[in-house]
């Protein structure tokens, strides 16, 4: 058995497609969906995530502004920045890249973008909706992981999902995403002891821990769904996952390359929440 490996990469293709149409059709309505990014400092790492949401971001339509500061700013200057955004009518899309330098509170900025336009899904508010069910602006990386499973049409209802990860970025919130899609969850993090004992019983395993090659072929339940979230860079400067891939293709019955798995629907989320926060900010004011 060899498993189908789900293209995030094809997939974003597609849904960027589609949101390039609901786009055209928001601008004939006079709505242009904007998105702000801000940017503290010269990560190269940083700096080549703003240039793949950029990219996203033109393919479909978005009106797009980077603001782009040096890591001496204060912490007062950058909340000034998004209370401007925060009024600013022509974007509907706030996002600050991190990590921050270490004299910015990153709590105190992530509370500071009003959370209709948190596209990043990280305000109080929003994951507070999220957990109580209620509609709001998800985790791109969460939202684009259901997105692959659905269009892939991999049953969530009913099946056990394990998630390996308890980050507020990936782990909680994709946990609470497979709850809404009636799937029964179990969440694991670096101090589960009896890992392999529980990821074999997954019928999806979501792995999004950073630890390079963690999960193994013996890790996996035959015919699963396995979704890697990881994004490892090893001495040789190759990028790997956090399941062994050769490994896990001969096990799984679903699996996601790295790259090109789960990568690229978190940029096409990004540009998705930007869609959905315009519509929703312009009926508010209706």
Same mark, same amino acid.
Do not use: W
């Given at each position: 058995?060899?498993?189908?490996?789900?293209s995030g990469k094809e997939i974003s293709r597609q849904k960027r497609s589609e949101l390039a149409l609901e786009v055209k059709a928001l601008k004939e309505e006079g709505i242009h969906p904007g998105l702000a990014i801000i940017l503290v400092g010269d990560s190269p790492a940083s700096l080549s995530y703003i240039k793949g949401k950029q990219k996203a971001? &033109? &393919?479909?339509?978005?009106?797009? %502004?980077?603001?782009h500061? !040096?890591?001496?700013?204060?912490?007062?200057?950058? =909340?000034?920045?998004?209370? *401007?955004?925060? /009024?600013?009518?022509?974007?509907?899309?706030? =996002?600050v890249q991190l990590p921050l330098p270490s004299h910015i509170n990153e709590t105190a900025v992530i509370d500071r973008i009003i959370p209709e336009k948190d596209v990043d899904g990280f305000h109080p508010i929003n994951?507070?909706?999220?957990?109580?069910? *209620?509609? !709001?602006l998800v985790s791109?990386?969460?939202?684009?992981i259901i997105e692959m499973l659905k269009i892939e049409g991999i049953q969530m209802a009913g099946k056990h999902a394990v998630v390996v990860g308890r980050s507020?970025?990936?782990?909680?919130?994709?946990? *609470?995403?497979?709850? %809404?899609?009636?799937?029964?969850?179990t969440c694991c993090h670096s101090k589960t002891s009896n890992l392999s004992e529980i990821t074999k019983q997954?019928?999806?395993?979501?792995?999004?821990?950073? /630890?390079?090659?963690?999960?193994?072929g013996s890790d996996i339940k035959e015919g699963a769904a396995v979704i890697d979230v990881g994004m490892n860079r090893l001495e040789s400067g190759k990028l790997t996952g956090d399941v062994m891939f050769e490994e896990a293709k001969e096990i799984a019955g679903y699996l996601t390359p790295v790259p090109g798995g789960v990568g690229p629907m978190t940029i096409t989320m990004l540009a998705d929440n930007t869609v959905k926060a315009a519509? !929703?900010?312009v009926k508010a004011k209706a």
């Open positions: 058995m060899t498993a189908k490996i789900i971001a &033109e &393919e479909i339509g978005l009106h797009f %502004k980077l603001e500061f !040096s890591e001496t700013i204060s912490e007062e200057f950058l =909340l000034n920045t998004i209370d *401007q955004y925060n /009024r600013n009518n022509h974007f509907h899309g706030i =996002l994951v507070g909706k999220l957990v109580t069910g *209620q509609d !709001s791109c990386t969460p939202a684009g507020n970025i990936v782990g909680k919130p994709v946990a *609470q995403l497979l709850l %809404k899609e009636n799937a029964t969850v997954a019928d999806i395993l979501i792995v999004a821990i950073g /630890r390079a090659n963690l999960i193994k519509k !929703s900010i």
